[in-house]
């Protein structure tokens, strides 16, 4: 009787964990799911912020671009003051951006630097890019030079010929 009550006891036992393995597999998959959608949730109403401030800005700056048309063979002062107001508008389209995005977009010095080399190649400056020392751990914020990364292509492509021979080194103490 000993025998076959322990039997029991140990196949149900047995039954037991399996069942709460299973519920945590459960578990975690449900986990992963909710952030999946998370994330997916996040990305849907940053992409709707973009879309608006975009669509507003681009709708003023074509609308003055077509005053600026009409206006220039007639009434130069005018059309001057219109494409003021465009650069105006442009500026604050680049600041509303850059706050929409702040946080959004934390990338490594790694992918900054993939991306400033393909803006470069698109506006036909050959980059060299020389990395040296280890990569960043995971999950650090990128520090300034991540910042000069992304910004530099688009100073190197509108500069001129002798930014885009501006040679731009890192050490490995600034990859943070």
């Known amino acids: 009787m000993n025998i076959a009550y322990g039997t029991l006891l140990s196949t149900m036992v047995t039954a037991a964990i399996l069942s709460l393995t299973e519920?945590?597999?459960?578990?975690?998959?449900?986990?992963?799911?909710?952030?999946r959608r998370a994330v997916e949730e996040e990305r849907l109403r940053f992409s709707r912020d973009l879309h608006d401030l975009l669509g507003h800005t681009l709708s003023v700056i074509v609308v003055?671009?077509?005053?600026?048309?009409r206006l220039?063979?007639?009434?130069?002062?005018?059309?001057?003051?219109?494409?003021?107001?465009?650069?105006?508008?442009?500026?604050?389209?680049?600041?509303?951006?850059?706050?929409?995005?702040t946080g959004y977009r934390?990338?490594?010095?790694?992918?900054?630097?993939?991306?400033a080399r393909s803006v470069l190649t698109a506006a036909g400056v050959e980059p060299v890019?020389?990395?040296?020392?280890?990569?960043?751990?995971?999950?650090?914020?990128?520090?300034?030079a991540g910042w000069c990364a992304r910004r530099s292509p688009t100073w190197s492509?509108?500069?001129?010929?002798?930014?885009?021979?501006?040679?731009?080194?890192?050490?490995?103490?600034?990859?943070?």
Do not use: F, Y
């Open 23 to 35: 519920a945590v597999r459960q578990l975690r998959a449900a986990r992963e799911e909710l952030a």
């Open 64 to 69: 003055k671009s077509e005053a600026v048309r």
């Open 106 to 115: 934390e990338g490594s010095l790694a992918t900054e630097l993939d991306r």
């Open 129 to 144: 890019v020389a990395r040296s020392g280890p990569r960043s751990p995971r999950g650090r914020r990128p520090c300034w």
């Open 72 to 101: 220039a063979e007639r009434d130069l002062d005018a059309a001057l003051a219109q494409v003021m107001d465009i650069e105006a508008v442009g500026r604050q389209a680049l600041t509303e951006i850059r706050e929409a995005v």
């Open 157 to 176: 492509a509108t500069a001129g010929p002798a930014a885009a021979r501006s040679p731009c080194r890192t050490r490995p103490d600034e990859h943070g």
